[in-house]
């Protein structure tokens, strides 16, 4: 049972030395390389997250400006809408009231016109009847000049007829 | 999950055709030799000049494979190398450089040509021994762990060239076993400032202990050598340790350990031979803690086995086996734990010893 407590020299010696060796090769050729790889993959990891928090932070930066953008966008766009329905009511009413005014000229004007006619028409009746009359007269005087009776009333009678209006 | 029962199909088959042999080996020669566990198991946690493969047949028949190793001696100034295959197989006397050397359970003794030997009243060989520096089993075993150590690591270096990317195969497997090491032990316990320094020889004491446990479980060849259960091992690991912590002890730690600061002088009498006798029997408790923690389970192991050549009977073996099976589950975690409990308490001792400010 001593050998359990008892170191070997030998081993001592070999464990020693190869360990010594073992540590050597491991830190040159897989523990530098490695730490230095998961550290450089650490940094990068961080930055790459730094730099997505970075950009979520633009995005929503841009979000809210474009938003700004359309805001203003549909304002301006209700504002000229508006104008522009007021516009088309101011044309519509001037046109409107142009237009009465124009119609009620060219009333009138026809209404001056018919009643030049009107008064044309008269004088032309009056002339006509004046001619009826002496032709009347004429007819009578040159048919009827027995009776004075009879041609007084003959004559009062187309005198009743002719009617001046 | 497959792979798994395969393998655990082939060990049981392994098993069950030992068992037969035994069984049958045992009952022939059931007169002649009582089976002697202790002697079983006590080879096999110790070290040997000879590499022993695998035993069949019985009695005169019986064969045996096995790798003589490389024996080397330091008599008088002397070297001497010769295999293990030189020493006579009945005579156990082996002849190099004019000296003769007699070999007698794992112990090499000088001797004479005819090979006298002289015993003290205990029947202890008292002759002289030489230096004995040969390339025993452990050492072999040793260096497979070390070859394979080298091996697994380098390509996992090597797949970290070309950038940062998604770990994969092997890398993938021990990148998070390294951080882990890097991070939650030496980090923690030494500080990321002073870490780095350290980190080299606490993630190769962390692999080599993990490995040589886990290559320790293996029960066939090139596997089951003892080595962090040898005391020689888990010394110089102890040694290493203890003499990283103290060479690079800052003025602070000599300080507290060496005049007890903030105590009246009648504690102080008591506490300094207290802290000086504690740099010591930290890295002891290192030492007996991996030594004793994976001897015993060699022995737990062993002695499962051996329950069936002592009672006799093959029909204990299933009983035999379900606890062997239950025991190598638990060794395989306690591989793992006993090269983590080391590397924690290294850095600890180490990160206790080179912290700057005053306490």
Known sequence: MDFLLTPDPGLVFWTTISFAILAFILKKFAWGPILHALNLRNETIEQSLKAAERAKVEVEQLAITRQEMMDDAKNERDDLLKETRELKDKILAEARSGANSEADKIIESARKQIEAEKSAAIKELKKQVAELSVDIASLLIETELKDDNKQKAIIDKYLDNVNFN | MKKFLCVLVVLSSIFCSAIYASDTHSKTEENEEAFDPTELIMHHISDSHVWHVVSWGEGENEKHIEI?????????????????????????????????????????????KHGNV????????????????????????????????????????????????????????????????NEDIITEQIGAEKGPKFAPYLLTVFFFIWFNNILGLVPFFPGGSNFTGNISVTMVLALITFFITNINGSKSYWKHTLTAPGVP????????????????????????????????????????VSLIFILKTIYISPVSILLTLVMFVLELLVAALQAYIFTLLSALFIGMAVEDHEH
Do not use: C
């Open chain 2, 68 to 112: 003589p190793l490389p024996i080397i001696l330091i008599n008088d100034g002397t070297f001497h190398f010769f295999l293990y295959s030189e020493f006579d197989h009945d005579t156990h006397i082996a002849e190099s450089k004019g000296s003769y050397f007699f070999y007698h359970h794992g112990k090499i003794y000088n001797t004479d």
């Open chain 2, 118 to 181: 002289e015993y003290d009243s205990d029947h202890h060989i008292i002759n002289s021994k030489p230096l004995d520096f040969s390339l025993k089993r452990n050492v072999w075993s040793m260096w497979i762990s070390i070859v394979i150590m080298i091996w697994v690591f380098t390509s996992v270096a090597k797949a970290y060239k070309g950038g940062p990317a998604k770990p994969k195969g092997a890398q993938s497997l021990f990148e998070p076993i390294i951080q882990f090491v």
């Open chain 2, 265 to 304: 002088f009648f504690v102080k009498v008591l506490l300094v031979p207290v802290e000086i006798i504690g740099l010591f029997t930290k890295p002891f408790a290192l030492m007996i803690r991996l030594l004793a923690n994976i001897t015993a389970g060699h022995i737990i192991i062993l002695s499962l």
